[in-house]
């Protein structure tokens, strides 16, 4: 625990305990999301096969659980944390451009 609080630059471990469950809930929460928005789409593991059908879901709740996972964690008072786990892993992505700053 004190190792993820270094890491992280958190005090406490009620910040920690907050973190884990906002992971968890923000994924069960893509995952329930995305279910729609595929049916929406008509994409449906009856009509097409699961090879593709999965691999598309999945690609589907990845950008979900990114654009939500700032706002649960604003819900569990988070929001600092979650966003510098944004910009830092979008970043790594290639998405970096998007958090530059003039100077």
Do not use: C
Request: aromatic share 24%; hydrophobic share 55%; net charge positive.
């Amino acid at each position: 625990m004190e190792k993820l609080k270094q890491r992280w630059d958190i005090d406490n471990n009620w910040a920690v305990l907050a973190i884990f469950i906002v992971f968890a809930i923000n994924g069960s929460f893509a995952a329930w999301v995305a279910k729609p928005v595929t049916s929406f789409l008509g994409l449906h593991p009856e009509t097409i096969s699961g090879f593709i059908y999965w691999p598309l879901r999945i690609l589907l709740i990845f950008p979900i659980y990114q654009l939500t996972l700032p706002i649960v964690g604003w819900f569990f008072g988070q929001f600092k944390f979650f966003w510098a786990f944004e910009k830092k892993f979008l970043s790594r992505l290639g998405f970096g451009f998007l958090f530059k700053t003039k100077d």
